[in-house]
C-alpha cells in the first residue's frame, strides 16, 4: 500500500474528541472568513468542509443541535433546500460542475464525523473525476488552497443570492 503525506488532516485525526459540536462553535463565533463560513440564513448556515473530498466540498448546517431529520423544524429543512440550491448555482459558476452530490450522513454508523449535529454536504462533480488515484489507490487530488476557494464561492454566493432574492448575511472582510 502506498502512503499520501497529507499533513492538513493529521491536526482533524490526531485531536481527542473535544465534546463540543464544531458546527456550534463556528455558528457562534464571529469570525466567519477564519471558519470559511460562506453566508448565514436566519436558520443554517453555509461553510466550506476543510477536510475537502473535491475543490468547493461546502456544508450547509442548522443553528439548531439536533441529530435527526425528525428534530428539525420545518421551515429549517425548507431554508437548508434553498440554500442547497444556491450552492448549486454557486458551485456550477465557479467550478463549472457537471454533477453535484448532496446529502447527509445521519448517525454514527451511517459515517457522519459529527453525529450529534445535522448538516448537508454539497460536492461538485465532474466526469472523469473518479480517476485510477480514487479508485485503485484510493487518494483525492485537490489542487486549490481553501482560502483561494472561500474567495471564489463567497463571490458567486453574494451574486447568486442577489439573483435569487435571497436575503442572506455575509462576510464584509476577507
Not at 21 to 26: A, Q
Not at 144 to 166: K, M, N, S, V
Amino acid at each position: 500500500m502506498d502512503l499520501l503525506w497529507s499533513p492538513w488532516r493529521y491536526r482533524y485525526v490526531s485531536q481527542p474528541p473535544s465534546g463540543q459540536c464544531i458546527f456550534c462553535l463556528k455558528a457562534a463565533e464571529q469570525n466567519d472568513p477564519e471558519n470559511y463560513v460562506l453566508c448565514r440564513a436566519p436558520r443554517n448556515f453555509i461553510l466550506l468542509n476543510i477536510y475537502p473530498y473535491t475543490n468547493g466540498h461546502l456544508m450547509i448546517a442548522p443553528y439548531q443541535h439536533v441529530a435527526t431529520l425528525a428534530e428539525a423544524d420545518p421551515a429549517t429543512l425548507e431554508e437548508m433546500i434553498r440554500l442547497a440550491r444556491l450552492a448549486e448555482a454557486s458551485l456550477r459558476q465557479v467550478y463549472r460542475a457537471r454533477g453535484l452530490n448532496i446529502g447527509m450522513n445521519i448517525g454514527e454508523c451511517a459515517g457522519a464525523g459529527v453525529a450529534g449535529h445535522i448538516h448537508m454536504h454539497v460536492l461538485p462533480r465532474w466526469p472523469g473525476d473518479v480517476s485510477f488515484l480514487t479508485t485503485v489507490g484510493e487518494t483525492r487530488v485537490i489542487p486549490e488552497d481553501l482560502a483561494t476557494t472561500y474567495r471564489r464561492l463567497l463571490i458567486a454566493f453574494r451574486e447568486q443570492a442577489r439573483l435569487d432574492g435571497e436575503q442572506l448575511s455575509f462576510p464584509t472582510t476577507l
